[in-house]
C-alpha cells in the first residue's frame, strides 16, 4: 500500500508542480554557473548508494559535505539558494527518486555518503532496512537542528510507529513545517 500511495502522490505531485520545477530550473541556470541539479551519492535501503537530485542551492565547486560542515554555509549560497532551501523547493526533483523506488515520502531522510556516524548509528539500530524518504519524523521535529543521535532515536521511533496513518500525519506536519518555514537553520 505504501508503495501505491509513493506512486500516485509522486505521478500527481510531477504533473502539479511541472512548470514550477521547470520554471525553478531555468532560475538556477540564469542566476549561477554550472547545472540546474546536483546528484550526490545517498545512502538507501540496506545501506545501498544511490543518486539523489536536488536543485543546486550551492555554488558549483562547493565541497560535497553536510552543510553544517562548511565554515559558512551562506558564503556558498547561489543568488537563490537561500530561497530554495527555506521553502524546500530544492527537493522537488527528488520525486524522480520516488518514482525509482529509491526513496518514499516518508522515511529517514538519506544520509550523504561520507556520513559514517550517523549511516554506523542507522546501521546498528535497524534502521537502515527502511527506504528513505523525502520527509521523515526527524525532519518534522528538528531537521537541520538535530544532533545525530537524537536523529537517530527519532529514525527508530518511526521504524516501531510506521503505518500509513502515521506517513499521513508526517507528511502533514512536513506541509506546516515547509509553510512556517520552520528548522531550517541554512
Known amino acids: ?10 505521478l500527481s505531485a510531477m504533473i502539479l508542480f511541472a512548470i514550477p520545477v521547470l520554471l ?20 538507501g535501503i540496506n545501506n545501498a548508494i544511490f543518486k539523489m537530485p536536488k536543485f543546486r542551492s550551492m ?9 553544517h560542515l562548511l565554515e559558512n ?3 556558498v549560497l547561489t543568488p537563490i539558494g537561500d530561497f ?4 524546500s523547493l530544492d527537493e522537488l526533483p527528488q520525486l524522480w527518486c520516488i ?7 516518508v522515511g529517514p531522510r538519506p544520509a550523504l555518503f561520507n556520513q559514517d556516524d550517523l549511516v554506523a548509528l542507522r546501521t546498528e539500530k535497524k534502521v537502515h532496512e527502511l527506504l528513505p524518504g523525502l520527509t521523515g519524523w526527524a525532519q518534522v521535529n528538528g531537521r537541520d537542528e538535530l544532533p545525530i543521535p537524537q536523529k537517530v532515536a527519532l529514525d527508530v521511533e518511526y521504524l516501531q510507529r510506521r503505518s500509513f496513518f502515521f506517513d499521513l500525519y508526517v ?5 506546516v513545517k515547509v509553510i512556517k518555514r520552520d528548522g531550517v537553520s541554512h
Open 59 to 67: 555554488k558549483f565547486d562547493t565541497p560535497a559535505v553536510a552543510t
Open 171 to 175: 507528511l502533514w506536519l512536513t506541509f
Open 24 to 43: 525553478i530550473a531555468i532560475t538556477v541556470r540564469l542566476t549561477s554557473k554550472g547545472p540546474a541539479l546536483y546528484w550526490s551519492n545517498r545512502i
Open 99 to 105: 518514482l525509482k523506488g529509491d526513496m518514499s515520502f
Open 1 to 10: 500500500m505504501k508503495r501505491t500511495f509513493d506512486l500516485v502522490l509522486a
Open 84 to 87: 530554495l532551501r527555506k521553502s
Open 73 to 75: 554555509p551562506k558564503s
